[in-house]
T-cell receptor
Framework: AQSVAQPEDQVNVAEGNPLTVKCTYSVSGNPYLFWYVQYPNRGLQFLLKYITGDNLVKGSYGFEAEFNKSQTSFHLKKPSALVSDSALYFCAVRDLDTGFQKLVFGTGTRLLVSP | DVKVTQSSRYLVKRTGEKVFLECVQDMDHENMFWYRQDPGLGLRLIYFSYDVKMKEKGDIPEGYSVSREKKERFSLILESASTNQTSMYLC??????????????FGPGTRLLVL
């Protein structure tokens, strides 16, 4: 079965510093990976996805993610954090065992950016 | 932009009541999903629909049913609400696409409290 793990419940970073939100995956075939963000009292917003190709994927709001096959990781990164980046971040993987577009989500990482 | 709307942002219901959660998308997407979000558990798929009148069970369908009479509308029904169904409910939609790699777009969520 496909799964993703987000090892940190919370990440704290000062505004202007680089941020990393970690995600590792376990899949039986090719990994198709997604990052979503959830702002307070809102639904999830799509940030980026990795299907194939370049290991560095660029997404919305200045975020990017680095796919690392040897470490089975897909960490979310941003060079300079903003206070407005404070939110809940979810990593997800396409479940290839089902015939439809099922995503398996991680448990989420709360990012707090302090001024 | 894709727009997914949910009929209520907040609902308070009593144990045993029948509850209807409505979701509408305006982008002619074939696929629609219902998830529930709980702290520490991430998002879990309740039901999925890939066409009108078609549905598939997700990971946690017990206690729920769904209805899709029109392409743009997907309803989640709690036949007899229980306190353990207190949660945030998120609707999503996506194109059918090929390879099952299409992005899912989420509504704002309905926070349900069952007393």
């Amino acid at each position: 079965a496909q799964s993703v793990a987000q090892p940190e419940d919370q990440v704290n970073v000062a505004e202007g510093n680089p941020l990393t939100v970690k995600c590792t995956y376990s899949v039986s075939g090719n990994p198709y990976l997604f990052w979503y963000v959830q702002y307070p009292n809102r639904g999830l917003q799509f940030l980026l996805k990795y299907i194939t190709g370049d290991n560095l994927v660029k997404g919305s709001y200045g975020f990017e993610a680095e796919f690392n096959k040897s470490q089975t990781s897909f960490h979310l990164k941003k060079p300079s954090a903003l206070v407005s980046d404070s939110a809940l971040y979810f990593c997800a993987v396409r479940d290839l065992d089902t015939g439809f577009q099922k995503l398996v989500f991680g448990t989420g990482t709360r990012l707090l950016v302090s001024p | 932009d894709v727009k997914v709307t949910q009929s209520s942002r907040y609902l308070v219901k009593r144990t045993g009541e029948k509850v209807f959660l409505e979701c509408v998308q305006d982008m002619d997407h074939e696929n629609m999903f219902w998830y529930r979000q709980d702290p520490g558990l991430g998002l879990r798929l309740i039901y999925f629909s890939y066409d009108v009148k078609m549905k598939e069970k997700g990971d946690i369908p017990e206690g729920y049913s769904v209805s899709r009479e029109k392409k743009e509308r997907f309803s989640l029904i709690l036949e007899s609400a229980s306190t353990n169904q207190t949660s945030m409910y998120l609707c999503a939609s996506s194109l059918l696409g090929s390879g099952g790699l299409e992005t899912q777009y989420f509504g704002p969520g309905t926070r349900l409290l069952v007393l």
